[in-house]
């Protein structure tokens, strides 16, 4: 399935970005009466005619497919960029594809990478979600810095958690994840066995369990990552007293882009 993206829906009809239009007018070589499938980078897919095939691609909607690739859960990456922006970018496409709601650009105190260029790496993202069947397009929040982004999670909801090198006692990434199901009223498929619980984090979400069940609730993850410095003792002391969890990622010391990449890809195995 070939997707194209477009947030020009309404009024039944769905009109792609000249770029998108190139794509799929020169390169693809679609013309009128053609049937195509486009993502609006919110949830929905939209089987769609061409009923304009020039410059720019005009198509009138037929078929609309609620929540398109959608994953159970909400997790936010709260990430330093890295000093090669090659592997942030690398990053972020491959939490794309795994299953990631918002990427957060974080500058630490040990940060060599202070400036980011949101453009192309939004490019990355809807490039990303159209390659992996996704109907949502992580969103790209504007960088701020790690304490900055630790106090404004005061307001956030499931479970907060940081990943640190340091001497501090820690939860394993599956611990975390049963703890944000247990908090949502959902089930994590975490290994072999259920977690179900009942508690609700306020999210609405119905999404397929095994034998065909459905499940209320969608948990909240949220995990922070530092730069290749690490967090600073007074951004930890300042994340755990804002209620983040120290995380371990296993004996290994990895690379930022690497660590921020196993943890999406452990929530995407433990609740896919």
């Not at 179900?196 to 499940?215: D, F, H, I, L, M």
């Not at 930022?256 to 195995?269: I, K, Q, R």
Request: charged letters at 25%; a negative charge; one cysteine or more.
């Amino acid at each position: 399935m070939e997707l194209f993206y477009s947030t020009e829906v309404g009024n039944g009809l769905c009109t792609l970005t000249e770029e998108e239009s190139r794509h799929c007018a020169k390169v693809l070589r679609h013309s009128t009466g053609d049937s195509i499938n486009v993502i609006d980078g919110s949830g929905a897919l939209y089987i769609c005619r061409i009923i304009e095939c020039g410059r720019q691609v005009v198509c009138s909607v037929e078929q609309v497919q609620e929540n398109f690739g959608a994953h159970r859960y909400n997790l936010t990456m709260a990430v330093c960029p890295t000093k090669n922006i090659d592997r942030y970018e690398w990053f972020l496409e491959k939490a794309t594809e795994m299953g990631v709601d918002a990427v957060v650009p974080v500058i630490g105190e040990h940060s060599e990478r202070r400036v980011i260029k949101p453009e192309r790496l939004e490019k990355i993202l809807v490039s990303a979600a159209k390659q992996s069947l996704k109907g949502v397009v992580p969103q790209l929040r504007e960088a701020v810095s790690v304490k900055q982004f630790i106090k404004d999670s005061a307001s956030m909801t499931g479970v907060k958690l940081i990943a640190y090198c340091g001497k501090l006692e820690k939860v394993t990434l599956r611990e975390a994840v049963e703890e944000a199901f247990r908090a949502s009223g959902a089930v994590a498929r975490a290994g072999s066995h259920a977690v179900a619980t009942e508690a609700s984090c306020g999210a609405v979400y119905e999404a397929p369990v095994a034998g065909g069940a459905y499940v209320a609730g969608k948990p909240c993850i949220t995990i922070l990552i530092g730069p290749e410095g690490d967090f600073s003792p007074a951004e930890v002391e300042a994340a755990v007293e804002a209620g983040f969890k120290p995380l371990t990622l296993g004996e290994s010391r990895l690379r930022t882009e690497t660590a921020a990449t196993a943890a999406v890809a452990g929530v995407y195995f433990m609740c896919g």
